[in-house]
């Protein structure tokens, strides 16, 4: 029987189980015991396919800083009006947000405590850096409300898009994940925008 399960396992498939267990118990929560029963395999059959728990987290939250990256690479997001990109990237952060659920949740609850969450929290300042710039661009357009600072304005934006994993479940009745993007950008740029 553990052969049978052995073969069912891919490191795909081991990676959505862990991302599981550490967003239940926590990273530092979380060790290959608990890894291993929650994958109902034998620990050496987890060594099979990674080095260890922090390869696991490297490879989830590469997944979801890779998802957010991609989208400054993005046509709308590299061309025209500031404001019109800046209201993109937005977007779509929402839906990688939405789409990758369980590994932007882990990326935006590592607190530094490893190498890898360190190497996070660093790219992470780094996309929030470039969405700021954006801001900052749009803002000397003219296209986005001036008066209050670019900092505030980032961390008020990402703060709302980023509270998304805290109450949103795609499989409960409620709010689609398109209809979540749309209510984000109507706030946001309904605020940002100069009358």
């Known amino acids: 029987m553990t052969t049978a ?20 118990r926590g990273y530092d929560g979380t060790s290959m015991e608990h ?42 997001a590299r061309v025209g009006p500031p404001a019109a990109r800046l209201e993109h990237v937005v977007r779509r952060m929402v839906e990688v947000l939405i789409a990758e659920l369980p590994y932007v949740t882990l990326l935006l609850r590592v607190r530094g405590n ?50 998304i994993v805290e109450w949103y479940r795609p499989d409960a009745r409620g709010a689609s994940g398109q209809e979540v993007a749309d209510a984000v950008v109507r706030l946001v740029f309904s605020g940002l925008r100069q009358d």
Not at 137 to 150: L, N, S
């Open 114 to 163: 490893t190498e890898t969450e360190r190497w996070a929290l660093e790219r992470r300042r780094d996309f929030d850096h470039r969405v700021a710039e954006l801001l900052k661009a749009a803002a000397a357009e003219g296209d986005v409300r001036g008066d209050v600072e670019v900092r505030l304005a980032t961390r008020l934006v990402f703060g709302m898009i980023n509270s």
């Open 5 to 24: 399960r052995r073969d069912t396992y891919t490191p795909e498939t081991l990676l959505t189980v862990a991302v599981r267990v550490f967003n239940e």
């Open 35 to 76: 890894l291993s029963q929650a994958a109902g395999i034998s620990k050496s059959s987890i060594y099979h396919h990674v080095s260890g728990k922090e390869e696991l987290l490297r490879r989830a939250v590469s997944r979801a800083l890779d998802g957010l990256f991609a989208i400054l690479d993005e046509e709308h």
